[in-house]
């Protein structure tokens, strides 16, 4: 691996191995999760709901 964060995102090889993982797989889900929860900022929707009724006005 290269020196600098930049250098290492530019390794598709290196990038692949870094995403591979059991802690990149925890993180998506965990993400996953998080992403479906209602927030207050959205009047307690979904962001996939508000996205939706944006898209479809």
Known sequence: MSGSV???LREPDEL????D???A???GAVATELD???RKTLDW???AE???KLLAA
């Open 6 to 8: 930049g250098g290492d």
């Open 16 to 19: 692949r191995a870094l995403l």
């Open 21 to 23: 993982t059991p802690a």
């Open 25 to 27: 797989d925890r993180l």
């Open 36 to 38: 479906g929860r209602p």
């Open 45 to 47: 929707e979904i962001p």
């Open 50 to 52: 508000r996205l939706h």
